[in-house]
């Protein structure tokens, strides 16, 4: 069941390949109401593939299914955070939220967003690096941290736009791709297949 999501009553313009509310609150930002349409997709990656092929081919493969269920344009999206070349993932039990936090304490590291839009004009897409730089973490702060229940669904073990912003020393890129969609390039993508952004009745 396609379910219609917006601050006001308007029809959607978009299907969104994704039950992430944080992707939808961004879509909804810059005025563009959504149709959830969740996918559900094998998010392995392949060995020896590369973070940014990782995180652009599953972009593509959300696009792709999520159109299936929808006649609107459709957008997928995925993001890594990536270590020293290695993909950190969800954590998967506290043990593992805290050794991903201690290895992001202290230094940089680069945050992957690919969004992938399918209609009229075939299939677009983008890839966003950007850096972050964590400030030193201590050991009580990430078990505080883990304890607020944050970290669980989160690629890395944390939320920028959340209790973690107070780890982030400083970004350079986009600060809503590490939120989980780029905004500047969506909207690009969004406007060559026909989608108004700013619809704001």
Do not use: N
Request: charged share 20%; glycine share 8%; hydrophobic share 45%.
């Amino acid at each position: 069941m396609i379910e219609a999501q917006s601050s006001q009553v308007r029809d959607p313009v978009l299907c969104l390949a994704s039950a992430s509310p944080r992707r939808r609150d961004l879509l909804g930002a810059i005025g563009v109401s959504v149709a959830l349409c969740p996918v559900d997709i094998d998010e392995t990656p392949i060995p020896g593939e590369s973070a940014q092929a990782y995180v652009a081919r599953l972009a593509r493969s959300k696009a792709e299914a999520g159109a299936v269920s929808s006649d609107l344009p459709t957008l997928g999206s995925d993001t890594a955070v990536v270590l020293d070349g290695t993909i950190l993932g969800k954590p998967v039990d506290e043990a593992h939220a805290r050794a991903m936090l201690r290895s992001l304490s202290g230094r940089s590291h680069q945050v992957l967003t690919a969004v992938a839009v399918t209609g009229p004009a075939g299939m677009l897409e983008a890839t966003v690096s950007t850096e972050v730089w964590m400030r030193d973490i201590t050991d009580e702060e990430i078990g505080a941290y883990w304890r607020t229940s944050e970290p669980e669904d989160k690629a890395g073990g944390y939320a920028i736009q959340g209790l973690a912003s107070v780890f982030v020393a400083r970004i350079e890129g986009s600060h809503s791709a590490v939120v989980g969609l780029p905004l500047f390039e969506t909207a690009r993508l969004l406007a060559r297949q026909g989608v108004p952004t700013w619809q704001l009745s």
